[in-house]
């Protein structure tokens, strides 16, 4: 009897019956104020050592930014700045220095910063063509690429008006009458630059129209070897940017005066945008961002507050 | 219980149908009919008044009905009805028994549930909102007309208080899940058009979005929505009371979709303002900056995790289903960035989406912020759901609360040790599920039957108490064949 019972009580108990039957085992949790408590305390605890430590480590980056370009204009140009950039008749040097405020750690990022500068916009983040960059000449109907497209009749490579607004600021940075070696290679993604611009690519027609939107590439090195276009064609998230220039692989230290001879080819002005340099150190979560520490000490904190609050109404009003 | 028959086997009504003249016994019929509905109406008011009174019940049986049901008359009979607490038409035709049926949902306005078992049920199931048929003996047409079928009448107490309430509350929860992560999804895109001049660059890649709702997000809802169960079909059983939850629309109106969606716009601001502005400076080991695919990836990344989890605590019930549709879903997604930002073939459109997650996860910003965005986003709905379970409980929760710390042996309902705690009831049911399960599932019997039960029982060597109802009528069956 108790055999056959067993044996019903299995096959009852079968996969599939539970299935069908709604009868899966289950946890069933439910939330009760306990429970509401210590998840917030956890979180808390959780929380602000790990946002404490996060603002340590950005506080520990040391952050130089210069504006430059309403500085670089010269004085009698400054009422009409987009006709002084255009004219290129015009020297384009300008110098600028400023004091190192902390001891700065080697390897030294620069990175120039554009500000109103939409490179999220629609038309400009499709008017590229990855397959032209990889392949050169070969490919054909590259129509995203328009208005940049031909030029007389030829095609520009690399079309597109990502690549027809090439930054082309330079800067090189002179410390006790030194010069401070920058170091521009290994500035793009390893990605881009194996796999996604050709290494048997060479920039043809470029540049060449009456409008002029950046800088000029030379004609002689490939596109996988152009590390500035590459930086500059993995368009941005924001309107406010920065990207990377190059690297000093010296150290800096503190009270160090750094001159900056930059020239200021580039044409912010005609749309009110705004050029900053940036030297930063980076430490183990990258640069000098304090958001990602404070939301995480603001979290934490409110966390704890309202786990106090909870219990102070538990105590004093609890629940049968 | 204070009963108002109408009959037709009065001697008023005899003596004019002995006349034979069918005119006159329908006129008089009609008049009898109506006068009394119009005594019981206004009998039946007073009976209102004291809370403690008897209740109501109309007998009526099917030739007095056909007169009751004419237009003239019943408007009186509806509301007469609509008083008592039962109606019993007794001798009524198929034709009147969706009639009346027809008359409730028209004149009521309520939702209306027919259950029959034979053909002659058949247009009373069809009228009906809902129409239960019965499989049994006297065949399957009823089942075949009907919404549901079930094979027992007392299975309908299951279905109605277990199942049809499970039903309920599973459907509004999975319809608010389902426009809740796609408005999160959404509205972190719509942030994104202030930053890009209104110029209409998407903010996520194309087959992330179309994706999204097809492999990302898709399968966890819908074991929720098979599986949910907000408390235990005993206890259902136990509180009807609850059922009355999905009368009143409780889980569906219009204040639940706006929390909802309240909540919905809070994650999609934490989603895109929290990615962008922490990205704004991030970069990998070696000073690279992110672009823009980078910080999609990101705040995607972010969206899939923490709509998933979500769906985790809005559950009552969580089985191994749900933990292997969750986190099959956000290791699909993993698995399918891995492949995508892995490959680069001819036909790619201009997006950069290559190498993307490579690069992203080998910082530790991406995993210092995957922390930090579902906890912040869930942080709302967490505080919210512990604020309205402690403060505002709704009644199924107070039950729950009440009975959590019961034992599961709810599954096991043949536990040896809880023998001697059942009622009478409970044992006779505990007795009959341990016999052997009819391979047929049409045993033919709609109403529990003592014959079938005693006789498969005795088979088996269980002893299944006799119903009370069951000896008396064996009683007066032995007492009418006496005389003979």
């Known amino acids: 009897m108790t055999d056959t019972d067993r044996g019903t009580q299995r096959d009852r108990d079968s996969a599939f019956s539970l299935f069908t039957q709604q009868s899966l085992p289950a946890c069933k949790p439910v939330l009760t104020p306990e429970w509401v408590i210590m998840t917030f305390l956890f979180i808390g605890f959780i929380f602000i050592p790990v946002g404490l430590v996060t603002l340590r480590a950005s506080h520990s980056v040391v952050e130089i930014v210069e504006r430059y370009d309403i500085g670089c204009v010269p004085e009698p140009f400054r009422i009409d700045k987009v006709s002084y950039i255009q004219d290129d008749s015009i020297p384009k040097n300008c110098s600028l220095s400023f004091k190192v405020p902390k001891y700065m750690k080697a390897p030294i990022y620069i990175y120039y910063q554009l500000e109103n500068y939409y490179q999220n916009h629609r038309r400009y983040v499709k008017s590229r063509s990855d397959k032209q960059l990889l392949h050169g000449q070969n490919e054909h109907g590259i129509s995203s690429c328009q208005p940049v497209e031909v030029n007389n009749d030829r095609p520009i490579i690399p079309c597109g008006l990502i690549a027809w607004s090439l930054f082309n600021d330079t800067f090189t940075f002179i410390r006790n009458r030194a010069e401070l070696k920058v170091n521009r290679k290994n500035i793009a993604w390893k990605s881009d630059r194996e796999h996604k611009f050709g290494k048997n690519v060479y920039p043809f027609n470029f540049q060449n129209g009456t409008l002029i939107g950046g800088g000029k590439l030379n004609p002689t090195i490939p596109l996988s070897d152009q590390e500035d276009l590459i930086v500059w064609m993995r368009t941005s998230a924001l309107p406010s940017f920065r990207k990377l220039y190059g690297r000093i692989e010296k150290d800096l230290d503190v009270d160090d005066v750094v001159v900056v001879h930059l020239m200021n080819n580039y044409n912010t002005y005609s749309f009110g945008g705004k050029k900053k340099l940036v030297l930063s150190t980076t430490s183990w979560l990258g640069g000098k961002n304090d958001f990602l520490g404070l939301a995480y000490v603001f979290i934490g904190s409110s966390s704890v507050t309202i786990a106090v609050v909870f219990t102070l109404l538990h105590l004093l009003s609890p629940r049968h | ?484």
């Open chain 2, 1 to 484: 219980m204070k009963q108002f028959i109408i009959s037709s086997e009065t001697d008023a009504i005899r003596e004019v149908e002995e006349r034979g003249d069918q005119t006159e016994i329908a006129r008089f019929m009609k008049e009898e009919v109506k006068k009394q509905l119009k005594q019981f109406l206004d009998e039946a008011p007073q009976y209102f008044c004291s809370p403690s009174g008897p209740k109501l019940a109309l007998v009526i049986d099917g030739k007095c009905l056909m007169y009751a049901l004419e237009p003239s008359l019943r408007i009186m009979l509806l509301t007469l009805s609509l008083n008592c607490s039962s109606v019993v038409c007794c001798r009524v035709s198929p034709l009147q028994k969706a009639q009346v049926t027809s008359l409730v949902k028209k004149g009521a306005r309520k939702i209306t549930l027919s259950i029959g078992d034979g053909a002659n049920d058949v247009s009373m199931i069809q009228a009906a909102h809902i129409g239960i048929g019965i499989s049994g003996l006297e065949g399957m047409q009823a089942v075949m007309a009907s919404d549901f079928a079930i094979a027992q009448f007392r299975f309908l107490e299951d279905l109605l208080l277990v199942h049809g309430r499970w039903s309920y509350i599973r459907l509004c929860k999975v319809v608010m899940y389902f426009f809740y992560k796609n408005l999160a999804f959404t509205l972190t895109q719509f942030w994104f058009t202030f930053g890009t001049g209104f110029s209409g660059q998407r903010f996520y890649d194309d087959w992330f979005q179309s994706l999204y709702n097809v492999i990302f997000t898709a399968l966890p809802v819908v074991i929720v929505g098979l599986f949910d169960q907000d408390i235990s079909s005993s206890l259902s059983k136990k509180y009807p009371e609850l059922y009355k939850e999905g009368v009143r629309n409780m889980f569906f109106n219009r204040r639940v979709v706006a929390i909802w969606a309240c909540f919905a716009v809070y994650q999609s601001l934490v989603f895109f303002y929290f990615v962008s502005l922490s990205s704004s400076t991030s970069r990998d080991s070696d000073g690279k900056m992110f672009g823009l695919w980078d910080v999609s990836t990101m705040a995607f990344t972010c969206v899939v995790v923490t709509v998933n989890l979500r769906l985790l605590m809005m559950c009552n019930s969580i089985t191994r289903w749900h933990y292997i549709s969750v986190g099959g879903s956000i290791i699909v997604w993993f698995v399918f960035i891995f492949i995508y930002s892995g490959i680069m073939t001819r036909f790619d459109r201009n997006d950069n989406m290559f190498w993307v997650i490579y690069v992203l996860m080998s910082t530790s910003y991406f995993y210092v912020t995957l922390l930090l965005v579902p906890v912040a986003a869930l942080l709302g709905d967490f505080l919210y759901l512990g604020v309205q379970r402690w403060f505002f409980p709704y009644d199924y929760q107070i039950v729950q609360e009440s009975h959590k710390d019961d034992a599961d042996s709810i599954n096991k309902p043949d536990s040896q040790e809880t023998k001697e705690h059942l009622t009478p009831d409970e044992a006779r049911s505990n007795e009959i599920s341990q016999l052997p399960k009819e391979v047929s599932k049409h045993s033919g019997f709609a109403f529990d039957s003592p014959g079938y039960e005693s006789f498969f029982a005795t088979q088996f060597g269980k002893y299944v108490p006799p119903k009370a109802w069951d000896v008396a009528r064996r009683a007066s069956m032995k007492s009418k064949s006496k005389p003979k």
